[in-house]
């Protein structure tokens, strides 16, 4: 897929930590006019809120940005009211931020998956694969690793496009190339 070219439907974008996936989501959107931005990120620490600043100063006047951590359903669906092109970035963060809220994952993420083949819009999910490497050492970071992975299969089975950003190139994974 060229990086201008927007996927119709739902679109999963996954890859690991700075790997580009992010870019290459927000220049699919930009080159077909600019859409819906919902970032999931928390500001836990200082850290964390210079990374969420600086995001939020780099996007430009192409986005309307909505910050939600928790109601990942509620805001696609306003979202779908505009009938713009969503980015969602992403699943991993919401994941965590509903790990550290003990809300119930199975049904946030079931709820997720029933809603996104009703948008009417485009719709791109990034979301940092973590199943290739090592088994986590404590309990917390093994769930949060099933969670996502449950969650990627599950939307990448529902999904138009599936695309992994490998070193800032991205590889087609469905439709297969």
């Known amino acids: 897929m060229a990086q201008n070219d927007l996927p119709r439907g739902i679109g999963l974008i996954l890859g690991g930590t700075r790997s580009g996936k992010s870019r290459f989501a927000?220049?699919?959107i930009i080159g077909a006019g600019g859409g819906v931005y919902i970032a999931?990120?928390?500001a836990w620490d200082d850290e964390m809120a210079d990374r969420i600043a600086h995001h939020r100063n780099n996007?430009?006047?192409?986005?309307d940005t909505v910050e939600e951590p928790l109601d990942l359903c509620g805001v696609l669906q306003s979202a779908g009211a505009q009938n713009r092109p969503v980015l969602v970035d992403c699943l991993t963060l919401w994941l965590t931020n509903l790990m550290l809220d003990d809300?119930?994952?199975?049904?946030?993420?079931?709820a997720l998956c029933d809603l996104l083949p009703e948008l009417p819009m485009p719709v791109?999910?990034?979301?940092?694969e973590v199943g290739m490497g090592i088994v986590p050492e404590n309990a917390m970071a093994r769930a949060f690793r099933d969670h996502a992975?449950?969650?990627h299969q599950n939307i990448a089975a529902l999904?138009?496009?599936v695309t992994l950003?490998?070193?800032g190139i991205a590889v087609p994974v469905k439709p297969a190339p």
Request: net charge positive; glycine share 10%; charged share 25%.
């Open 40 to 42: 999931t990120g928390r």
């Open 103 to 110: 809300r119930d994952i199975a049904s946030e993420c079931r």
């Open 59 to 63: 996007r430009g006047p192409l986005w």
């Open 124 to 128: 791109l999910l990034v979301s940092n």
């Open 165 to 167: 950003i490998v070193a």
């Open 26 to 28: 927000e220049n699919l």
């Open 159 to 161: 999904a138009d496009h």
């Open 149 to 151: 992975g449950r969650l």
